[in-house]
Each structure stands twice: as structure tokens, then as C-alpha cells.
């Protein structure tokens, strides 16, 4: 199964595509789709679209995992990065992907195994999940790849029950 995690935002969209087959993860590509500030929102969010619409045709990813928005005190910045995880979430859906969800708790507890994780821990188990060398920059990569790791444990869980019942 062939994933894409993306990390949503405006300014930096994370995405990592990593394949899972026989618990087993491999790294297709990873990196980031970057926006210039001063641009009209409309126009970034057009290219974020683009550029995410181009991902998607390249590696045709069979699921695309998506940070759910997590709200804290800046409303302007919620909104716009929302804006950004919308584009994102219609490329995949106009592609005909099924989009899965995941909190911020969700991906630290899948990658991490404890739901209160700071970020260099999960840095930490992505790049040791994945064997890579180093751990991926921006944090947003990173990010990506850990929404993921996490939509196959997930998976990987599902299809267990699945099976049992």
C-alpha cells in the first residue's frame, strides 16, 4: 500500500509517500511544497492545489493521511492552514483517494506509543522506523511521514480486527 502523509499548512505543506506491504516500510520520496509569502491566498492556495495534484499523478499513492487541524490561540493562522488542508484534502479527493484523519494524539501514539510525545522523539522514531540516515527538514517532512507511518499501524490494526470477527 502506497501512502501519502501530508503535514498541512500555507506556508509549508510536509508530504512524505512511503509504501507498507508485509509490515515492512520503504521511502518513495519525502519533502515539502513551499508557498511564497506576499502572495494572495487564493494564488497559494492554487499552487499548494497544483503542486499536491502533481504529487498525487506522480506516485499514485493508494490513501492519502492527513493531520487533522490542531487549534490553539492564533484563530487567523488556524484559518489559514485549514485553508491549505482543504486544497489538500480535495486533490485527493478529486483523484478518487479515500482520505483518512489523524490527531495530533493519534500520530504521536501510532509513532511514538505515547500520546504526549514531544517532536524530537517522533523525529526520532520516524527516522528509525524508516531506516533513514538523517532525520528529514523541515519539521513539516517529518511530520508527514509520521501521519503516515500512523495511517499504516492503523491500517495494519483495522485489518486485524477485521479479520477476527
Known amino acids: 500500500m502506497i501512502i501519502l502523509g501530508i503535514d498541512p499548512g500555507i506556508a509549508i505543506v510536509g508530504y512524505g ?10 521511502v518513495i520520496d519525502y519533502g515539502a511544497i513551499t508557498t511564497p509569502a ?13 503542486d499536491m495534484s502533481r504529487l498525487i499523478g506522480m506516485y499514485k499513492p493508494d490513501v492519502i493521511s492527513i493531520e487533522e487541524l490542531f487549534f490553539n490561540t492564533n484563530v487567523k493562522t488556524a484559518i489559514t492552514v485549514g485553508h491549505g488542508r482543504g486544497v489538500a484534502v480535495l486533490a485527493g479527493a478529486n483523484a478518487g483517494l479515500e482520505v ?16 504526549r510525545a514531544q517532536k524530537a522523539q517522533i523525529q ?3 527516522k528509525a522506523i524508516l531506516c533513514l540516515d538523517k532525520i528529514p ?3 513539516d517532512v517529518a511530520d508527514a511521514l509520521a501521519v503516515a507511518v500512523c495511517h499504516a499501524h492503523s ?11
Request: no cysteine; proline share 7%; glycine share 8%.
Open 137 to 139: 527538514k523541515p519539521d
Open 17 to 26: 509517500i512511503i509504501n507498507y506491504e508485509g509490515n515492512k516500510f520503504s
Open 155 to 165: 491500517h495494519r490494526f483495522n485489518e486485524e480486527l477485521r479479520m477476527k470477527n
Open 38 to 50: 506576499g502572495v494572495p491566498l487564493p494564488k497559494r492556495l492554487k499552487m499548494l492545489y497544483e
Open 124 to 126: 526520532q522514531m520516524v
Open 100 to 115: 483518512f484523519e489523524y490527531t495530533p494524539l493519534q500520530v504521536k501514539q501510532a509513532v511514538v506509543g505515547y500520546g
